[in-house]
């Protein structure tokens, strides 16, 4: 039946259509007379899309404050149907005219095509939402994730890495997730449905049964530790300001029931606070167990299924309050009365309170949080420590343990977030169960945290040496000197380009931070010399040093020594 | 007229025809009655269009056959517009449908869905074309790179990086590429068309541009030298077996007129080869001018336009032979004489025979390419470098000096390459021209190179210890015991789950690499003590001994000593 339905489709539309889209465009540009006049995404009349938007927009408002004023007013169903119209609407809109004045720009580069064809500015900014790493923004990032590279190799993970292009059946496979609704997904020339990856724990379930036998067996050592540093993208139309992609710290561990797993991902998540000076004062973990909850709630008559659903609408208490969220797992099927219940128990800030505020809670679930909070107050980082009821995570697959990491000021997002999800594999057709748990730490929250307690470090550009030719005939000594002070190590900026003066060469070197710079003039040359300066050393009498040409190998203990 | 045209078109076809196809089989998806059947690519009758692309591809070397026997049967249009025809149906097949196991497994596992709803196993491999790393290859992975970055750092180039998803519009700007065609491109939910990045060169002019001002000043330090690793993407829907992604190291100098950036880039690349044990035995450098070449090609009445498509065409030479790129030259409006003249011209191998075979060459281009190996000879990589006058690079923003490396054996395709681009800023709409040198260095062909040389060395896992308690008791107490060995720099793995048997941690510690036991058990603790065990000391006698707590943070010293 769908494969009749689909072909009912394939008769509406083209059979390939962005083929047949990219192929009439190229009959257009061939048509024209101009050969700078390439094929463009299809052009749509903004101002006229605008207005559309706002009137779209004007009436899901004034839906919502009738709903306010007499909650019957609408049904949530006719508002939904609103404002799907109005996200299509917003699909329409080509991803730069959002910037008006970049749009006008691009207009009245139009009309001066005709004076000046081809000559108007590519975008010189990033793909919308996303972020370019200029040499100062990389040794940021370089020194970041030196951090997380450090920390997962002290507790012995690997590092493992995969394709950013994914099947997107793996995420949709675990149904029922905001994420399958952002995803930066499409449709490739063989008609074969790829993503952008939203995350990376799917890769790594992918990876593990690529690794296992048809009877469950990984041909692994087990327990497998893995560490990433994937990049994970989003597709957001809506809320401007957010960022499309962000670089996510991954550490997992597979094959272990153990709740001493957790322990291990948490005391890596506080290794690293500590490593770059953040304190248990600074920022928070909490932590909640999905099984202790399920089973709270099971006994308030919430189904198995109903459970990861229920967690998703759960996880957005602290966004959309209280009412929102009693509304939201009404829809559910949950009682009203129920979704009282299961919101005063998430109020629980203490194992201890928790066993006292709901009936039925798994033992077995309660004793293993204990046990964690033990065990984290052995390893050492027990203070970072909270339990809080009202964490679920927002993901379907989560099935023991969650955690969150938070910010006490109560200013950024979560910092990062895991927990254990053992039915993943299961999902994606493994045939034994396998016992998984995993974190995810974003790259923009730690370093706007790291900024606001004044922990970043300064990234300065650093060079050993400028090496300068004083004039043109000494530039293939000049050459030979660096080859000689790079094989000995030292970061050499060769000077490529003669300059008029030798103040010249000075600010440069100045410029790129380097510390030396070796002079080739033709004196020093005829007596196998280089002149060496110095540019940190105040004295003024020591910062000059003319170095045997057979002795540049050992310019590290020569300065070293002075 | 453009516009008038486009409207044409739009009215043939869905406004969004993704948005439109995604919307259409999401209704086919809730209609049909199962929750686990979620949207598809199209549907389409794999068997059929298995059978029609085989008598495509029969007539097509049926085709040819009879131009072997006789030029002139077909005229070479009439065959690739079959060839166009053969790619369009290969185009339609279900990317993963050319694995035929795959296809029938699929199968099977749909006619078993009502009785396993949703159990049948996710996609292992990667998308199509692309490739995971495991942790084994990861560490290979993290060796070259380290090469790269390390030599990197010696020629102060600074790290750069910019997101994989890159504006179409970069490349469509440079037209008259193969490139263009082979693009992982699409538009994006908004409308915008984006494309995995082919290549980093768009993208360095890009971030270039984003920091000059208006007057055509950058805004940075010049020159710029700057490096990147970026995984680079190409959609072929032909060739089987050829990655859709790989690695490239990229090297770049901006703002530098002179040919010693050349020389730099160059010295750069044979570091790296003598890093990795590779000699001028092993590969050798090609070296051309697009300068002297086109000055020679004037003189043949070949025009600036014709300059660049021309030696696209010429670049193919080695693939196609002398005879089909005379008839791509004759179709670009080369007439059979003159073709014949740049295929000879493009014989000489050292620049001197240039001089000789061909007049009209630029003295002043003549003069930087002796220029070019003389300073190569005086850096001292003189032996890798040899004149080619048939390299002139695949693509068409080059204007100086291009060169390639190669194997050679022979054996493989071109290890790296690049060139001078003085006009790409310009075509990005730069007020001023900015001279640009630099060069793209894939990581597969050198990795087969490596391999065949037998100059990889072993990449195993390693770890300094293993940390196991003695009993479920004894956990927290190796909890603490790793914390403090890892506070001192050591790759802990810890036991996260009991063994029965001691041998079992043994097994296990040899089997990860690691060199020492840790061994947390009461008689020892009760002592303050750990016993510790290296794996790879040979002497029975001395490979055991116990370590005061408060000493652990000293591990290497006390081991060392033994």
Redesign the interface.
């Known amino acids: 039946?769908?494969?009749l339905?689909?072909n009912e489709?394939?008769k509406?539309?083209?059979?390939?259509?962005?083929?047949?889209?990219a192929e009439?465009?190229q009959r257009?540009?061939i048509?024209?007379s101009s050969?700078d006049?390439?094929?463009?995404?299809?052009?749509?009349d903004v101002a006229a899309l605008e207005a559309e938007i706002k009137s779209q927009g004007d009436k899901i408002r004034s839906m919502k404050d009738a709903v306010k004023a007499n909650p019957s007013a609408f049904a949530k169903e006719e508002i939904d149907a609103e404002v799907a119209k109005l996200k299509?609407l917003?699909?329409?809109?080509?991803?730069?005219s959002s910037d008006k004045e970049k749009g006008d720009k691009k207009e009245k580069g139009k009309k001066e095509k005709d004076d000046k064809a081809?000559?108007?500015?590519?975008?010189?900014?990033?793909?919308?939402g996303?972020?370019?790493?200029?040499?100062e923004d990389?040794?940021a990032?370089?020194w970041l994730f030196g951090h997380f590279k450090e920390v997962a190799?002290?507790?012995?993970f690997?590092?493992?890495?995969?394709?950013?292009?994914?099947?997107e059946?793996?995420y949709?496979?675990k149904?029922g997730e905001e994420i399958t609704q952002q995803m930066?997904n499409?449709?490739?020339?063989?008609?074969?449905?790829?993503t952008?990856r939203p995350e990376m724990t799917p890769t790594l379930a992918?990876?593990i049964?690529?690794?296992t036998t048809e009877s469950g067996e990984t041909k692994m050592?087990l327990?497998v530790?893995?560490f990433s540093l994937p990049?994970c993208?989003r597709?957001e139309?809506t809320q401007r300001g957010r960022k499309r992609?962000h670089y996510q710290w991954n550490m997992d561990?597979v094959g272990?029931?153990?709740i001493?797993?957790e322990?291990?991902l948490l005391?890596a998540i506080t290794?690293f606070f500590t490593r770059v000076g953040i304190t248990a004062k600074d920022v928070g973990i909490k932590v909640n167990s999905r099984k202790v909850m399920a089973s709270i709630l099971k006994s308030q008559g919430i189904s198995d299924q109903q459970f990861a659903p229920v967690c998703v609408v759960v996880d957005k208490l602290d966004k959309i309050g209280p009412e929102e969220v009693t509304k939201e797992l009404v829809q559910l099927g949950v009682s009203e009365k129920t979704a009282g219940t299961i919101i005063k128990t998430m109020s629980a800030r203490s194992v201890e309170e928790l066993s006292t505020i709901a009936e039925g809670a798994d033992q077995e679930g309660l004793e293993e949080l204990k046990e964690l909070f033990?065990?984290a107050?052995?390893?050492?980082y027990g203070d970072f420590m909270q339990f809080d009821a009202s964490v679920v995570r927002g993901l379907a697959y989560y099935t023991g343990i969650v955690f969150e990491c938070f910010d006490r000021s109560g200013e950024l997002r979560a910092i990062c977030g895991g927990g254990r999800y053992d039915r993943l594999l299961?999902?994606?057709?493994?045939k034994q169960e396998v016992p998984c748990v995993g974190f995810g730490f974003g790259d923009c929250v730690i370093m706007e945290l790291l900024q606001m307690k004044k922990l970043l470090p300064d990234f300065p550009?650093l060079?050993d040496f400028v090496v300068a030719p004083f004039s043109k005939d000494m530039?293939?000594?000049a050459?030979?000197v660096?080859?000689k002070l790079?094989e000995a190590?030292?970061?050499?900026?060769?000077q490529?380009?003669?300059k008029k003066k030798v103040g010249q060469t000075f600010d440069?070197a100045n410029?790129?931070g380097a510390q030396y710079v070796a002079l080739v003039a033709p004196d020093e040359w005829n007596k196998n010399m280089v002149r060496v300066k110095d540019l940190r050393m105040e004295d003024k009498d020591a910062n000059q040093k003319d170095i045997p040409l057979d002795k540049l190998h050992e310019w590290r203990t020569i300065f070293g020594s002075t």
Chains 1, 2 share one sequence.
Do not use: C
């Open positions: 039946r769908i494969e339905a689909v489709v394939l509406l539309m083209p059979e390939n259509p962005m083929a047949a889209l009439a465009l257009v540009s048509n024209s050969e006049s390439k094929p463009q995404a299809p052009q749509v299509e917003k699909g329409k809109m080509p991803a730069n081809s000559k108007h500015l590519i975008p010189v900014e990033p793909v919308m996303t972020r370019d790493f200029y040499p990389m040794r990032r370089n190799r002290r507790f012995a690997q590092e493992y890495d995969a394709p950013v292009l994914e099947h059946e793996l949709k496979r149904a930066y499409f449709v490739d020339k063989s008609g074969y449905a790829v952008l992918r990876m049964l690529g690794r050592i327990p530790k893995w990049q993208w597709f139309t992609e561990i272990v029931k153990s001493t797993a322990v291990e005391a290794t033990a065990q107050e052995a390893y050492g299961s999902l994606y057709g493994s550009q060079t530039l293939p000594n050459l030979k660096a080859a790079r190590g030292a970061t050499v900026d060769m490529v380009e003669l440069y410029r790129v």
